[in-house]
């Protein structure tokens, strides 16, 4: 009896300790992208050129998980809804959290990609993947400012008989991307390309899928996260904290979801016009945030190939003085050291130059990795 008695305090003491390290544990949350940066390091993110206008910059925490992600979530069935293991993703986070002097920090060394000695599979990193996500002050846009617009955007632009399908995703795509150029952080305009060129290849790898075999039988392919399965897991992702001070309201709710941002007032007389206007205003109720969200951030997944289009003809990418400095050249960012893991940008995989002569332009907007399992687009 003593000896269970002993056991089981030391298994109390055992969780005890576990309770006092979880503060630990959450040390990257509420840090915002340059601090990330100080704190692990910057490195390259490459995906197929259909899904990014060019390579990407991030903090290798989100360039690890990525980039591993890229070459491996594609067809891996409930990616991002099925959980990882726990002690795995706690590994992983902890192995980015950076203790010591502000200093020593800064010039941290990290690998680009994931740490060796940590057996991560595919559902490890992708949680991994959302909680570092989850931590970032805003989601991932980072501002009301963008969301409002993408909230304009999907009820706008929502069934207009004035416009053909064709003529109407592409002005929503472009629409898209003057949105996303118009955010002034490099980091938070290339994160948001990373997130959304990340899901965007996994979603349409789940959408092209055959549904059947040559034989006609049912192939199961119900666990593949598509476009809208996606939009479910990362719409509360899309604005953070930010969503619990937006106010959305709907018109006429039997015709449809019809969504008009209203910013969020902040003055105490703002606040009374509102009240007046809204008992006024009959017609008007209150929808649901979080569906809106998943609803927007399907937008963006389901369109994102013509945004990338559309990037690319606007110029939405293209480096200024600060980005010059995030990317290694020209001025740098006050306070922002370069990280050795942007040498990963010099050893290009050997491949490349197997696909074109040596006298050709490189194209940096390129993947490194094997090609996308993804069938052609349809037209």
Same mark, same amino acid.
């Given at each position: 009896?003593?000896?269970?008695?002993?056991?089981?305090?030391?298994?109390?003491? %055992?969780? $005890?300790?576990?309770?006092?390290?979880?503060?630990?544990?959450?040390?990257?949350?509420?840090?915002?992208?340059?601090?990330?940066?100080?704190?692990?390091?910057?490195?390259?993110?490459?995906?197929?050129?259909?899904?990014?206008?060019?390579?990407?910059?991030?903090?290798?925490?989100?360039?690890?998980?990525?980039?591993?992600?890229?070459?491996? $979530?594609?067809?891996?069935?409930?990616?991002?809804?099925?959980?990882?293991?726990?002690? *795995?993703?706690?590994?992983?986070?902890?192995?980015?959290?950076?203790?010591?002097?502000?200093?020593?920090?800064?010039?941290?060394?990290?690998?680009?990609?994931?740490?060796?000695?940590?057996?991560?599979?595919?559902?490890?990193?992708?949680?991994?993947?959302?909680?570092?996500?989850?931590?970032?002050?805003?989601?991932?846009?980072?501002?009301?400012?963008?969301?409002?617009?993408?909230?304009?955007?999907?009820?706008?632009?929502?069934? &207009?008989?004035?416009?053909?399908?064709?003529?109407?995703?592409?002005?929503?795509?472009?629409?898209? $991307?003057?949105? *996303?150029?118009?955010?002034?952080?490099?980091?938070?305009?290339?994160?948001?390309?990373?997130?959304?060129?990340?899901?965007?290849?996994?979603?349409?790898?789940?959408?092209?899928?055959?549904?059947? &075999?040559?034989?006609?039988?049912?192939?199961?392919?119900?666990?593949?996260?598509?476009?809208?399965?996606?939009?479910?897991?990362?719409?509360?992702?899309?604005?953070? &904290?930010?969503?619990?001070?937006?106010?959305?309201?709907? $018109?006429?709710?039997?015709?449809?979801?019809?969504?008009?941002?209203?910013?969020?007032?902040?003055?105490?007389?703002?606040?009374?016009?509102?009240?007046?206007?809204? &008992?006024?205003?009959?017609?008007?109720?209150?929808? %649901?945030?979080?569906?809106?969200?998943?609803?927007?951030?399907?937008?963006?997944?389901?369109?994102?190939?013509?945004?990338?289009?559309?990037?690319?003809?606007?110029?939405?990418?293209?480096?200024?003085?600060?980005? %010059?400095?995030?990317?290694?050249?020209?001025?740098?960012?006050?306070?922002?050291?370069?990280?050795?893991?942007?040498?990963?940008?010099?050893?290009?995989?050997?491949?490349?130059?197997?696909?074109?002569?040596?006298?050709?332009?490189?194209?940096?907007?390129?993947?490194?990795?094997?090609?996308?399992?993804?069938?052609?687009?349809?037209?």
């Amino acid at each position: 009896k003593s000896d269970r008695r002993v056991r089981h305090k030391r298994s109390v003491s %055992d969780l $005890a300790m576990h309770i006092v390290q979880l503060p630990k544990r959450d040390s990257l949350k509420d840090e915002d992208l340059q601090s990330l940066v100080r704190l692990c390091g910057k490195s390259m993110l490459y995906l197929p050129s259909e899904y990014a206008p060019s390579s990407l910059i991030l903090p290798t925490c989100f360039r690890a998980t990525a980039q591993y992600l890229v070459q491996h $979530a594609a067809d891996t069935r409930g990616v991002f809804r099925i959980p990882g293991s726990v002690r *795995v993703v706690n590994a992983l986070y902890d192995y980015y959290c950076a203790d010591g002097d502000a200093d020593e920090i800064s010039s941290t060394t990290r690998c680009p990609n994931l740490p060796t000695h940590i057996k991560a599979g595919t559902h490890d990193v992708a949680s991994a993947f959302k909680r570092f996500l989850s931590g970032l002050p805003g989601g991932i846009l980072g501002s009301l400012a963008l969301f409002d617009a993408l909230v304009a955007i999907h009820s706008q632009l929502k069934g &207009d008989p004035e416009f053909t399908r064709t003529k109407q995703t592409k002005l929503r795509a472009r629409l898209i $991307a003057l949105a *996303v150029g118009s955010i002034k952080s490099q980091y938070r305009r290339e994160l948001i390309c990373a997130v959304f060129g990340l899901l965007c290849l996994i979603g349409r790898t789940a959408e092209t899928a055959p549904r059947e &075999d040559e034989q006609g039988r049912p192939l199961p392919t119900a666990d593949l996260m598509g476009y809208n399965a996606l939009g479910i897991v990362f719409g509360p992702l899309l604005a953070g &904290d930010l969503i619990n001070t937006y106010t959305m309201k709907i $018109a006429n709710p039997p015709t449809g979801l019809a969504l008009f941002p209203v910013t969020p007032p902040q003055p105490r007389r703002e606040r009374r016009k509102n009240k007046i206007s809204e &008992d006024e205003d009959t017609r008007m109720s209150s929808v %649901d945030k979080i569906h809106a969200a998943n609803a927007i951030t399907e937008m963006l997944i389901t369109h994102w190939r013509e945004v990338v289009k559309q990037m690319r003809n606007l110029g939405s990418l293209k480096l200024s003085d600060d980005a %010059d400095g995030a990317r290694g050249g020209g001025m740098q960012e006050p306070g922002l050291r370069p990280s050795a893991s942007e040498s990963f940008v010099i050893r290009k995989p050997a491949e490349w130059s197997c696909l074109r002569p040596p006298s050709a332009p490189r194209d940096m907007s390129e993947s490194p990795v094997p090609p996308s399992p993804t069938p052609e687009a349809r037209k």
